[in-house]
Nanobody, 124 residues
Framework: QVQLVESGGGLVQAGGSLRLSCAAS????????MGWFRQTPGKEREFVAG????????YYADSVKGRFTISRDNAKKTVALQMNSLKPEDTAVYYC?????????????????WGQGTQVTVSS
């Protein structure tokens, strides 16, 4: 089983950067696709970025393409989300999630393990 813990959230001004990290436990981490999702009050959780088990494929929501970068280190069992050129509309709770199919695509139902979330607030 994989357990996930996010860190790195905080308050940043528009145009700034943050780096989120997700630390995983469990012997099967390297076989999981990994994703980042976000949610704001009153809205559905949405896909942000995903990466396949090998790191060979990455996927991004249109709203973050060119600004966010997802990466993983299977040896360290970590997944990172580098967020640049942040906008106020990026404000949300960000969740790390694990996909046992290994794909890391933007289909929420593929993911069966979730972290507790970390708050990102972008001020204008």
């Amino acid at each position: 089983q994989v357990q996930l813990v996010e860190s790195g959230g905080g308050l940043v001004q528009a145009g700034g950067s943050l780096r989120l990290s997700c630390a995983a436990s469990g012997r099967t981490f390297r076989s999981y696709g990994m994703g980042w999702f976000r949610q704001t009050p009153g809205k559905e959780r949405e896909f942000v970025a995903g990466i396949s088990w090998s790191g060979g494929s990455t996927y991004y929501a249109d709203s973050v393409k060119g600004r966010f970068t997802i990466s993983r280190d299977n040896a360290k069992k970590t997944v990172a989300l580098q967020m640049n050129s942040l906008k106020p509309e990026d404000t949300a709770v960000y969740y790390c999630a694990a996909d046992p199919t290994g794909q890391g695509m933007g289909v929420m139902n593929l993911y069966d393990r979730w972290g507790q979330g970390t708050q990102v607030t972008v001020s204008s």
